[in-house]
């Protein structure tokens, strides 16, 4: 199935190309960029190669947005400004967005979908009421939120979480090339990343919402959330506390860890297990526990008992890749694996 | 008046020999170093020389700590398992400490001190049932105590604290100079400091204590904290959120801790203000905030009200001048303030 | 005497201010920055507050480039590319422009002039061919030039030297603000920077050459040059090594730096000796020797036989005070004692 | 092939267990370390868990050194003070020993050998005058060492090398665990590296020499060795120049790098091709370039002119795949084609 990459020359764009490059479903066929880069070879377009390029794709021609593109998919890295416009054209001419990008994560009619936590949320799409060869968007939510609910999905299923209290050390390639200096960045601590903080207390309880009648309601959690902006490359880690509505003990809250399985663990891109529990003192690390060959997995560690709320861990997850891009693969894996891509609704030609 | 520092060649040991060179009252007459660097020239005793050493001590010959000490005041920078005995030997001998380590701390003899949060209980050695020619220990806490006291304690004063949650980002340098490997450190956060976490529940709650009758009992907080290593060279950055008794505003607590002044802002060592109030959204920062003029001053910033408990915000401080050997040092100043490294009862000779 | 900053919201600008903002001779009087910051209080102008603003400017409003400004003597710390036509503009509106943009440095009228290096250079204004009211241009090198130039000097003039092969690391603060990225930096050396070997290439020959009948010409070295960006906050650290002219001793050549003075020694920006020379085997090192109280010299170490070229050492600098505003500043202060700025031709009105 | 580690536990002992535990030839039976650590299950002895440990060697028991040790080859990553006696005793007690240790490389019996370099000097082996059961060590040279003969071997090839002035910048990996303290490191260069620019000027002749009836002559090449620590995790960047016999183009000596092929390139860890040569004009970067698929090239970019010598460039290595751990391996698979590990006349029993 063809796929194009809209945002392609950015960070997460890069991101997207290095994994679908080597996809069992999936086959590049656009590369979309800004109009002042089409029509040149990917290579040329991209600026700041941070991430190697994979050889096939250095000299594929790049597009412009409004150009007709080959493919009825499309993952959106666009920044989110452009989003919003961007991303609601592309499904008024009948493609399916699966998008990385903020601007529609909390609308009403847009699914906020994590295989592992909420795959049901998918459903709503089918109850849209989309107009003659309109597509439409499945977002996936923030980076420092995707990981933060994979963690709470089995505790939350098994004990209820009441409140959650998260103080993130969030890497930089989550603020994307231009996102901070490295002047700024270097032997230093910036304890404000700009709405992140809300992101977090917004799409949480929408993840954890239950789907009725074509609406999504919202959780009930007390959230409060405190994120900071480490001189790291890749990796956030979160010291989260959490809440129950049920007592139970240390023990248990790791078996519920241990043994969550996602829905979906037999997607391409699943991990073997959402949740990679950690026994040491001091781990997960962010150089020693992610890359290797499990990016989609996240880490919790350090679970012990709190003395404010009830117990508390370290969740650890690697922002681009399961954080990002590889968490609009794996939901258009999830709609393929249910047919949803292949809907002839969908496009109109 | 002459003073010693035990544990001279180390990273804190440094910092002391630095603030010390230009000290108004005090001169150093006595560097002490490990049997093996006795009579060696002190730069050559010391192995890391990440901090200048002044000019003045270079050629000074390191004594031993047997050595008849040509000095009643000592300043600690003993690793804790060394500090144990030694330091109860130099009291023995009528020495006064002023201790950086932990060894002592929480001993009910001891009082632990900030001057501008218990200054008071310094009381405690007055009360003492000290022998003939008898020394005694003054502590000041663990260097992410001392920041997060002094930004408790106006906020107690007005408004009670019943509950602290406290997520720490803590410099390399808190660790000494081998407490951390690079290659550890590089492009990595490590979640976890050894006894770290038990050291801000231990000691807040004799800090904010009340010296009664000779015993100073324990301040009743709920406290939670975390404690995580960053890639930076100084400076602790603390994610804190309180509970209060009284119900107040934002602004309140914000007038609180600009406020806040010392008992002692007229000691050599005391900052213009005990803390620097940030209003800019990403501030403060370690690299930016610290160093420079006020290394001696706590910055507060990012006060804003919580969804759990009722307020929080950001604290950075020094961790090696403010947390370590300038709190030390402004200890010191107090007692001589107070008349009290004079006290004949001391030194026997 | 008043003098203003042009570029003054940047890296270097608010270096600039720092460092005047103490000053004997000067006192900052205009603040100049973009249209849009025009009348705005600085602290709201700078974008990037990488370095504490000193109290007493925080308020003061910025002007615009095309108002009239209120002094004589402008430093200038403007981008390159709009410097070329600012400072021309400058200096016909009879400003004194003492420049870090490397604009103007190789033109024929504009002297380029390290205090300790080639102060007679500065001759070449009184030889200028100005119209009334007419200012002048004086620019400072770039900031690796600078470093190297002053270690080169009381070798080249005891010894004559025939070949320098200089390869860099390179601070980031070197590339301003917006030069690197965070990612780029993070747990990386970049081995480029663009048009540095260049500069080094053609400043050095300019700086060592004679000033004849309003002519400098140039001094014939043959240079190597390698420029490498590394993940450090301040200081340039270079790689030297050299071929001479007369046969000399690694001892001849280490008395010749270490009993280097230049002819500015008094002037309130100049550092005690121009060079410090380490003996230690690992120093000099950019943490640990720069900062604190002498910003101004330039370190040199681990002078030693070379098996290519003759000898070889490191040298390391302030790359944004010794090699950037500290520069320009220091070359005000020698036309000001020189009586140079006071010249009544200067200025029209 | 039964294999074994001493040293397992190291920084370098744990790159080789992650290569060799999904070797084709070689299988890991015995892990050796310290006598502490014997019988204890290896992730128990392993301090520093740097480095992912692969689950299958988790639980396997560690050996001593003086154990008897099933399996005739032998890995060693040990520290160069016990290397000397351990390997000389292995030897004795007939195992081939492959080691990364520099205590017996420049001996005169023991081929310093890199298969992409100099395959032909495995053959010292045939020629040595083994006792019954003895067996022999071939080793790999320094990490430094390593990437730039592999980059100068076709240059020397084709157009005669008679100087090499390199200055590298080494990452932290390369001093093993405690070689450099996080607080040394961070935000810091250190332009000194114990024993490297020797090892530099020493190995290299080594490599390049003629092996001639049982003797490996030197050849003769003028060398510059500068040496330099920077901050990141992985990756040593060298600056090279060279002085060649012949007179060529930068055209040719591009050719001649990138047309290289070493003799093995189908051993099972021989990279696809020895050299990656980049035209892009800031690149190799460790962190952009290195990982991936393709630890085991050596890049070359920013190729150019030289004013003091002819021609330079830059070089990139993985110091802990190519330049060690890697380097024994690819070592053995060159024994074991030759059919030299199989050699009877090696072990006794």
Chains 1, 2, 3, 4 share one sequence.
């Not at 009421?129 to 597509?135: A, I, L, V």
């Not at 809300?198 to 009930?220: H, S």
């Not at 902006?229 to 880690?237: C, T, Y």
Request: charge should be negative; charged fraction near 30%.
């Amino acid at each position: 199935m063809k796929v194009g990459i809209v945002g392609s020359t950015g960070l997460v764009g890069q991101q997207f190309i290095r994994l679908l490059s080597r996809h069992p479903y999936f086959e590049i066929s656009e590369l979309v960029a800004s109009e002042e880069s089409a029509n040149k070879p990917y290579e040329d377009a991209v600026e700041n190669k941070i991430r190697r390029i994979p050889e096939k794709v250095r000299k594929k021609s790049v597009s412009a947005i409004d150009d007709e593109l080959d493919c009825r998919v499309i993952f959106s890295a666009l920044p989110s400004k452009v989003a919003r416009e961007a991303e609601r054209d592309l499904v008024e001419r009948g493609h399916i967005v699966l998008t990385n990008a903020s601007a529609h994560r909390m609308e009403s009619h847009v699914p906020l979908v994590i295989p592992e936590v909420n795959p049901d949320h998918i459903g709503l799409i089918e109850e849209l009421d989309r107009e003659d060869g309109e597509g439409f968007i499945v977002a996936n939510p923030n980076c420092s939120v995707i990981q933060l609910a994979i963690a709470l999905k089995p505790i939350h299923e098994k004990f209820g979480i009441k409140k959650i209290d998260v103080v993130t050390l969030q890497a930089l390639s989550g603020a994307g090339y231009d996102g901070v200096g490295a002047l700024e960045a270097a032997d230093n601590v910036i304890p404000y990343i700009p709405n992140e903080e809300e992101k977090i207390k917004e799409e949480i309880p929408k993840l954890f919402g239950e789907l009725n009648g074509g609406e999504i309601n919202r959780e009930k959690f007390r959230i409060s959330s405190s994120c900071n902006r480490v001189n790291i490359s890749d990796g956030h880690l979160e010291n989260v506390s959490i809440e129950l509505e049920e007592e139970t003990s240390t023990s248990e809250v790791k078996k519920a860890l241990e043994e969550f399985r996602g829905l979906p663990q037999d997607l391409p891109s699943s991990p073997e297990t959402p949740i990679k529990f950690s026994e040491e003192k001091d781990r997960p690390q962010p150089r020693v526990d992610l890359g290797g060959d499990t990016p989609m997995s996240v880490h919790v560690g350090r679970l012990r008992e709190d003395n404010i709320l009830d117990y508390k861990f370290i969740v650890l997850g690697h922002n681009t890749i399961r954080g990002a891009a590889g968490a609009s693969i794996l939901n258009a894996e999830l709609l393929y694996s249910k047919g949803l891509v292949q809907d002839q609704k969908v496009v109109s030609g």
